[in-house]
C-alpha cells in the first residue's frame, strides 16, 4: 500500500482588489499605461482609429514605451488578444 501523501497546508484567501490596486499605483505599470494611452491618442490625431470602434493600437515590437509611428498599428480587438499563450501567459511567438 502506498504512503499517503501529505495534505496541503490551507490557503488563505486572497485579496484581489488589494492585488489589483498595488500592480496599478506601482510607477513602472503608471509609465507603460500613460504610455499606451499617448500611442492611442496619437493614432486617433491621425485618423486610423476612432473611439468605440472595436480596434486596438498594438506595438508591433511588444514595447508599450515605442511609440514611433512605424512601430505602432491597428488591429481588431479580437486579432489582438488572442495571441497563442506559454505557460507563463507570454506570448508563444514573442516576434508577433
Known amino acids: 500500500m502506498a504512503p499517503k501523501a501529505p495534505k ?11 492585488e489589483y490596486d498595488r500592480y ?3 510607477p513602472a505599470q503608471i509609465k507603460k499605461r500613460t504610455s499606451r494611452n499617448a500611442a492611442r491618442r496619437a ?15 498594438i506595438h ?10 512605424k512601430n505602432l498599428g491597428v488591429q481588431t480587438a479580437s486579432n489582438n488578444r488572442s495571441y497563442p499563450r506559454n505557460r507563463n501567459a507570454g506570448k508563444r511567438n514573442a516576434r508577433a
Not at 8 to 18: D, E, F, I, T, V
Not at 45 to 57: I, P, S, T, W, Y
Not at 60 to 69: E, S
Request: hydrophobic fraction near 15%; glycine fraction near 10%.
Open 43 to 57: 493614432m486617433i490625431r491621425a485618423g486610423k482609429v476612432q473611439k468605440g470602434d472595436g480596434k486596438d493600437v
Open 60 to 69: 508591433r515590437n511588444g514595447n508599450p514605451k515605442d511609440n514611433r509611428p
Open 8 to 18: 496541503r497546508p490551507a490557503r488563505k484567501n486572497r485579496n484581489y482588489r488589494q
Open 24 to 26: 496599478q499605483s506601482n
